[in-house]
């Protein structure tokens, strides 16, 4: 069965400090792999995502990822949070068939000033 | 239409009645999904449709709960006889079938507290 896995569940840091946020994925068919991120009171955003091509893929607000295929990774990385960062982010795999996405539980990320 | 509206944004309800969620999708998109989240942990996936044809269910989606899209635009998600563990945040999100186009878009949810 589909899985995520987010092994980080709560990470605190100071602004300008380099985030990584580690995804690793269980699933057979083809990826589609997203982060998606969560702001305090909001709904779910689409911060990037992977189809297929070139493996680094980068989003929005300065966020990219790396999409290794023989880790089953998918790692959020970003080189200088800021306050504005502090967020829940969830990594998702889309199964083919349905567009259904397996998401993994989060990771909280609080960013100090 | 700038995105996916749920409907209501918040509903207490007491243990044993029954509530009602709407969602209305981006217009074309053809695919909805149901998603239910828990504190600390990421959405779940509930159910989804394409156009008025309910595809698939999961495992986590009870008998007391039914999901509807009737006309293949709007759709309902019904909990009968509500329980304390249904008390969720249960989200809505639409894709279309086009490839050119991902458009996975997600509501703001609807937050159920059953007490």
């Known amino acids: 069965a589909q899985s995520v896995s987010q092994h980080n569940h709560h990470v605190i840091l100071s602004e300008a400090a380099s985030l990584e946020l580690g995804c690793n994925y269980s699933?057979?068919?083809?990826?589609?792999l997203f982060w998606y991120v969560q702001y305090p009171g909001q709904h779910l955003q689409l911060l990037l995502k992977?189809?297929?091509?070139?493996?680094l893929v980068k989003g929005i607000k300065g966020f990219e990822a790396e999409f290794i295929k023989s880790k089953f990774s998918f790692n959020l990385r970003k080189p200088s949070v800021q306050w504005s960062d502090t967020a829940e982010y969830f990594c998702?795999?889309?199964?083919?068939?349905?567009?259904?996405?397996?998401f993994g539980t989060g990771t909280l990320l609080a960013v100090q000033p | 239409d700038t995105g996916v509206s749920q409907d209501p944004r918040h509903k207490i309800t007491k243990r044993g009645q029954n509530v009602t969620f709407r969602c209305d999708p981006i217009?074309?998109?053809?695919?909805l999904y149901w998603y239910r989240q828990t504190l600390g942990q990421g959405p779940e996936f509930l159910t989804y449709?394409?156009?008025?044809?309910?595809?698939?269910k999961s495992r986590l989606l009870s008998d007391r709960f039914s999901a509807e899209r009737p006309k293949g635009s709007f759709s309902t998600l019904e909990i009968q006889r509500t329980e304390q563990g249904d008390s969720a945040m249960y989200l809505c999100?639409?894709?279309?079938?086009?490839?050119?186009?991902?458009?996975?878009?997600f509501g703001s949810g609807t937050r159920l507290t059953v007490v």
């Open positions: 999100a639409s894709s279309s079938t086009s490839a050119q186009n991902y458009g996975y878009t």
């Open positions: 699933y057979g068919g083809t990826v589609n």
């Open positions: 449709f394409q156009n008025e044809a309910q595809l698939e």
């Open positions: 998702a795999v889309k199964d083919g068939a349905t567009n259904k996405l397996i």
């Open positions: 217009s074309e998109h053809n695919r």
């Open positions: 992977y189809f297929s091509g070139d493996p």
